[in-house]
Each structure stands twice: as structure tokens, then as C-alpha cells.
């Protein structure tokens, strides 16, 4: 164990527990201790769940040293993001509204890394209800960049994202509905997947929009994701979304490189939302580094971002709004000024503007399945910039600054977000790997012959220069 624990991956972890060099109590505590130390830097967590994190801990190294293992995340703390269920918890969605809302069953993504052994450190930030901007009017502060606090962490999984680039865990979950995995993962240097719509069970899950919403995993490095993702798959039949189809292992074939597959490289989303310089080159050198290692790479074009945004959000604000028009109505004092001004703008959409997005949807996804016939995998810039200073943050930047994930939802394809370089300034830059639907095996395999070429992997932010900023 070369590496500090809490930088470990879940790879290295899950060899050193299967080979009793590590006990699950110790990695437990030892984090637990980290989340303790630094987590006034980031503001991750909602609730920290230490005495059950102890309890599966000594489970897990009981069932370890009895010569059971239940697979590669046996003894794996992680974290889930505040709209997952927890049984015996609050699932308060960053919000007022729920600030009492105790749960007594778990959501199946949570019984599933329950069962796989995993340990629940605890229920992460969020912003409001998975719509609201990094609020300052809610029960819980926001949650800040571990590279710099000043910074965004990215949204709605924004917890969940400073929570593992901090190293207080080795692997979180998140939700997706316009970008709320991908942008956190951008914005803080980790990997975060957006399976295929379907692929993951949402029962016990707050919903923001069902017809976008994905549940999916956040963490390190990518073959920590596919094994992730490997718990979180499977059919759901009383999710009506769920996909009823057979699940091939996404990590089985990670390590099969590039070599014959086709790439389409899509400069023109980053330029068209602005992206910076640094952006832009980042997401060069993924392309060029792709056709280094046989993949063939060719320039494409999409729909404008514009068309994928306007068709988005109208179908985002309307299932939102019909979710939340009980309580918008009722109380609106218990929401934050941000959600509550997104929610009365959704109030004014017709019915007759939903239907027209959802045609749109339907041609937007055609256009796209067009271009897919040719390629395996799409590869884009994840975000324009890198973080932003989070009082800087615009109240509806959702409408004029669409992220750069939205094409994604709409398709419901499956897109990945991982680290490709640093700005000057130190803070993460990011490329978004997108896939044929249930393909992530193709996807995880881009983006792991990637990472193996680069040295980002090593670097993590300076917490203790955060704590000095904190206490400044």
C-alpha cells in the first residue's frame, strides 16, 4: 500500500482488504477521520453515518477473515448523494421541505452496494431537490471545490463530487438529469458516469424529471467506475424506466484499448458554448492522443447545443414543475429563492410546449443515432470553462449558459466525464466520452486507454491549503 488510504483506489483497496493486509475498520476510521479534519473545506457531507459505517465495517472484516468475499467493493466506504434513500435516515434533498423526511427503506441502488459489501459513510450535499443553484438560504451550506473552496464544485451531485476528489471516500453516487454527475466530476477532477437511461434502477430515488433523470457513479479513476457501475446495473421491474434486457460486465473488457475504433471528435459544442482556450486544447490532446493509439478519429457535427438545451429544459421544467407544484403552491417559503424562482418560471410552460419538445426530442435523437451509425464513441468537452468562483454563479445560467452534457440526456446515451489536464490556475479541465445506448463497456475502454497515458491521476488538492483558507 504505497499510496496514503484515503488516495487508494477501489482496485488497490479491494486487494489489499481480499488479502487481509487491510482491514475494512481501519480504512473506515481512517476516513472518517479525514471527513472529520477537512470537510469544513468542502461542506460534502449532510450527515456523516459513522456509527453504521462502523458497524458494516466490522461486518465486512468479520466476513472477510471467515473467507467470504462479496466482490471488489467488500469493505469499500462510499457515499450517496442526499435525494438517495438510506433506511433509518433522513433523505432531506437539501432542503426545508424535507428537513424531517426519515426513511424507512432503502433505495435500490443503496441495498445494492448494501449487498456487494460497500459501506455507507454518509448522505452528501446536493443542490435543492437536484434544480436549485448553490444556495446560502438552505438548512446546509453548499458544497465547495476541493481545489480551490472559492470554487463551484459543480451541480446537483455537488457532494458527491467534492467528496471523492477530497479523498474522503473512494467513490460516491450521483444523479444526472441535464449534467448533475458530469459537471461535478468536470469541475472537481474525478470520473463520473451517466448510464444509459434505463440501465440503473431510480426506485428510492427523489425524481427531478423521470422521462431524464439517471442515477450512476462517481470515483477516482475509471476501472473504479465500470466496477461501480457493474453493482448498480440490472432490471427493476417496478422502475417503469428500466431497461429488461441482459447486462454485459462494463469493466470485463477495460483494459482492451482503442486500436480500430471509430471516434467522433465534436470541437464544435466547446466552441459553440464559449469554451475556453485551455478547454479547447485539453479536449485536442484527448483526440490526438485516441488516434495515437490506433482509434480513428474524424472530425463531426451535432444539432446546435441551443436545440438540445431548448428541448431539455422545457422537458426538465415541466416534469419538475408538475412534481412540485403542490408545495410551490402551498409553501413556497420552504424553498430557497433559487428553486423557488426556477419553479414559478416553469409555471408558465403549456402543455402544448411540452408536447413540441418531446417531438423535438424524438428528431434530436434520430439526427444523432445518424451520426452513431459510423462511430463508437462521441468525445466533446465536458464544460466550457473550469470551475467558476461560486458566488458568481447565475441564478437561471441553466437557460443562458446550457452545459455541455444536456445533448446526452436528451439522447439518453450513455456519457462519461473525466479529467483531461489542469487550467493555470490548478483547477481541473475535462472531456466527456459519449457512447451507442448500453455500451458503456466501449466507453469505460476509451477512457481507460486514456488515463493510462496521462499523470493527472496523481495529483489531488492541497486540503490543508484549504483549511487556511477557511480560517483566514
Known amino acids: 500500500m504505497a499510496e496514503p488510504l484515503p488516495f487508494m483506489t477501489i482496485t488497490a483497496l479491494s486487494k489489499a482488504i481480499a488479502s487481509k493486509a487491510l482491514s475494512p475498520v481501519e480504512l473506515t476510521q481512517t476516513l472518517l477521520d479525514r471527513v472529520d479534519q477537512y470537510d469544513g473545506v468542502t461542506n460534502a457531507f449532510i450527515e456523516v453515518t459513522a456509527e453504521l459505517a462502523l458497524k458494516a465495517a466490522r461486518k465486512a472484516e468479520s466476513e472477510v477473515m471467515n473467507g467470504l468475499s462479496r466482490g471488489p467493493l467488500h469493505g469499500i466506504p462510499v457515499g450517496l448523494k442526499d435525494i438517495i434513500d438510506l433506511a433509518g435516515y433522513r433523505t432531506t434533498a437539501h432542503s426545508h421541505q424535507l428537513i424531517d423526511n426519515w426513511v424507512k427503506e432503502d433505495a435500490v441502488v443503496t441495498a445494492k452496494l448494501k449487498e456487494a459489501g460497500a459501506i455507507i459513510l454518509g448522505k452528501l450535499s446536493t443542490h435543492e431537490f437536484a434544480m436549485g443553484g448553490p444556495s446560502f438560504d438552505l438548512p446546509f451550506p453548499p458544497a465547495r471545490n476541493p481545489w480551490n473552496r472559492e470554487h463551484f464544485s459543480g451541480g446537483s451531485s455537488s457532494g458527491s463530487g467534492a467528496a471523492v476528489a477530497a479523498g474522503f471516500m473512494p467513490a460516491a453516487l450521483g444523479t444526472d438529469t441535464g449534467g448533475s454527475i458530469r459537471l461535478p466530476a468536470a469541475f472537481c477532477g474525478i470520473v463520473g458516469l451517466k448510464p444509459t437511461y434505463g440501465l440503473v434502477s431510480r426506485r428510492g430515488v427523489l425524481p427531478l424529471s423521470q422521462s431524464l433523470d439517471h442515477i450512476g457513479p462517481m470515483t477516482w479513476t475509471v476501472e473504479d467506475n465500470a466496477l461501480l457501475l457493474d453493482v448498480l446495473a440490472g432490471h427493476d421491474p417496478l422502475d417503469p424506466a428500466s431497461a429488461d434486457r441482459p447486462y454485459v460486465s462494463a469493466s470485463a473488457g477495460i483494459h482492451g484499448g482503442v486500436k480500430g475504433l471509430r471516434v467522433a471528435y465534436l470541437p464544435s459544442l466547446g466552441a459553440e458554448a464559449g469554451a475556453s482556450d485551455e478547454v479547447m486544447k485539453g479536449v485536442a490532446h484527448v483526440a490526438e492522443t485516441l488516434k495515437s493509439l490506433g482509434a480513428i478519429v ?19 421544467s415541466s416534469e419538475a414543475f408538475a412534481i412540485h407544484e403542490p408545495n410551490i403552491r402551498q409553501r413556497p417559503e420552504k424553498y430557497g429563492e433559487i428553486l423557488r424562482d426556477r419553479l414559478f418560471l416553469a409555471g408558465f410552460v403549456h402543455a402544448s410546449d411540452y408536447v413540441h419538445a418531446m417531438k423535438m426530442r424524438g428528431e434530436l435523437v434520430a439526427t444523432v443515432a445518424k451520426v452513431m451509425r459510423t462511430y463508437d464513441v462521441i468525445i466533446c468537452a465536458s464544460a466550457a ?69 496521462t499523470t493527472w491521476r496523481s495529483r489531488r488538492p492541497d486540503l490543508d491549503a484549504g483549511l487556511k483558507a477557511l480560517a483566514a
Not at 474524424?298 to 426538465?316: H, K, Q, R, Y
Not at 437557460?399 to 436528451?410: A, Q
Open 298 to 316: 474524424e472530425e463531426v457535427t451535432l444539432p446546435p447545443l441551443m436545440d438540445f438545451a431548448s428541448c431539455g429544459n422545457m422537458i426538465l
Open 385 to 453: 470553462t473550469p470551475a467558476p468562483k461560486i458566488k458568481e454563479m447565475p441564478k437561471f445560467g441553466l437557460y443562458t449558459k446550457p452545459p455541455l452534457t444536456f445533448p446526452f440526456n436528451v439522447t439518453g446515451m450513455p456519457s462519461l466525464s473525466m479529467c483531461c489536464g489542469y487550467s493555470a490556475s490548478g483547477l481541473p479541465l475535462a472531456v466527456q466520452i459519449a457512447g451507442h445506448a448500453f455500451e458503456e463497456a466501449t466507453v469505460y475502454r476509451v477512457a481507460q486507454a486514456y488515463e493510462a497515458t
